[in-house]
């Protein structure tokens, strides 16, 4: 049972204050948890609560946040059974009482929900991921390393987020975490050759001053060459254009190139890349608000490429159910966070897989060092990680998870490779 819940204010990736959760049982179990905080954030998630007080962190503080967990949600959860995280998540749920976690704070009732789930492990003598997933949380998943940064996460002036690279040709995921590695140093040989800074963004990617997303691809594609691996069949590339960042009435605003696209044209751009390179997965193709785009977009590529809906479905299992009936995506990026308790991500994990569309569990841009999502991939079995670029301790300290935990399952453990990819091609 949960004896002691107590907060305390610490700082994210990007040096701005964030919860932090111990969660102790009486049996001496400890559960820590720290909540990250995205920048480009989906309109309809779940709300972090800050402070708003100027003094302090320029507004950004997490003591209200704080003094939630440390009051009405330590006296309401104290004396729960720990192993019982689906009481526990509908206990914080109807404390909070609003629909999106706004009275409490999404960052406090996740710290809570993630730092329990954490001491009953401890407590069960097992691994989080084994836990929650059982003997059957083998799979290792395909990571997604974000090797250029762009948008929200960079100060350069490309329009797209995100430039990953996916080892869907590895034999384990060790394997791909060096692969993974490798063509992050040969693209920034590659980089300092051409006198392109190599700064890194948010996510420990690259940031060189680009302004086209062709000059970023022409750029990973070579360092994959380069390397050794054959692109597509070694190593794939995922994007992220997070393209609700640059919809602003009804059409897309290319910074970069200076220049607007209708939807029509921007799909047909997008649809342009993948004929051009070996790209597997888009998320965020369309922006959250354009429920047109997302049909076409899905319309035209869904039988090629995965397509993961990040602020069109914010984890939330309504968005998402709306979404499958409306046949937009065949996949969804899933961050705990943007709804705020373990059990409901977990349920919309579930109502993804049984709809046929895939999961990618993720990291935000601003994040900590603790790795429970790493489980989490592996705990639901999902298949697909994106945490990041393969530099920053903020982001190695997953796939550095992931590594421990495919040593630890020795044998029983399994490579996701590209198995999990939906609206690929055959
Ligand atoms: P965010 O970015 O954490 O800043 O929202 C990640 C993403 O868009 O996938
Ligand atoms: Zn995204």
């Given at each position: 049972n949960i004896v002691k819940i107590h907060g305390r204010e610490i700082l994210d990736s990007r040096g701005n204050p964030t919860v932090e959760v111990d969660v102790v049982l009486d049996d001496g179990s400890l559960g820590r948890a720290a909540v990250p905080s995205g920048a480009s954030t989906g309109t309809r998630e779940a709300v972090e609560r800050r402070?708003?007080?100027?003094?302090?962190y320029h507004g950004k503080g997490v003591r209200a946040a704080i003094g939630a967990v440390n009051g009405e949600i330590a006296a309401a959860v104290?004396?729960?059974?720990?192993?019982?995280q689906s009481a526990v998540d509908e206990t914080l749920i109807a404390l909070d009482g609003t629909a999106n976690k706004s009275r409490l704070g999404a960052n406090a009732a996740l710290g809570v929900s993630l730092a329990v789930a954490k001491a009953a492990a401890v407590s069960a003598g097992q691994p989080l991921y084994r836990f929650l997933g059982g003997a059957d949380a083998t799979l290792l998943p395909l990571p997604l390393f974000n090797i250029v940064n762009g948008g929200?996460?960079?100060?350069?002036?490309?329009?797209?987020q995100e430039f990953m690279i996916a080892p869907v040709g590895a034999d384990t995921l060790a394997d791909a975490v060096r692969m993974g590695s490798e063509v992050f140093h040969t693209l920034r040989g590659a980089l300092r050759a051409a006198s392109h800074n190599t700064n890194v963004g948010d996510e420990g990617g690259f940031a060189p001053t680009m302004a086209t997303a062709e000059e970023v691809l022409a750029f990973v594609r070579q360092a994959i060459t380069d390397t050794g691996y054959t692109p597509g069949t070694d190593i794939a590339i995922a994007l992220d254009p997070a393209a609700s960042e640059f919809y602003h009435g009804g059409a897309y605003h290319y910074r970069g190139e200076d220049r607007v696209r209708t939807v029509e044209e921007h799909v047909a751009y997008l649809a342009g890349l993948v004929d051009a390179y070996p790209i597997v997965s888009i998320e965020d193709g369309v922006a959250q608000d354009d429920l047109d785009g997302w049909k076409l977009i899905t319309e035209r590529l869904g039988d090629r490429v995965q397509l993961v809906g990040d602020d069109v479905f914010c984890t939330n299992v309504t968005l998402l159910t709306d979404g499958i009936k409306a046949g937009i995506a065949n996949s969804i990026l899933v961050k705990v966070n943007q709804i705020g308790t373990l059990s409901e991500m977990l349920t919309t994990a579930r109502t993804a897989h049984e709809a046929g569309y895939s999961v990618v569990m993720s990291h935000r841009s601003g994040e900590t060092e603790d790795t429970t999502i790493a489980d989490l991939a592996v705990a639901t079995g999902c298949g697909q990680i994106k945490t990041g670029s393969l530099s920053r301790s903020d982001r190695t300290s997953k796939w550095n998870q992931l590594i421990r935990i495919e040593e630890e399952l020795g044998s029983a453990a399994r490579y996701a490779g590209r198995t999990t990819l939906t609206g690929q091609a055959v």
């Open positions: 402070d708003g007080d100027p003094g302090r104290t004396g729960m059974d720990a192993a019982e929200a996460h960079a100060d350069n002036p490309l329009d797209f």
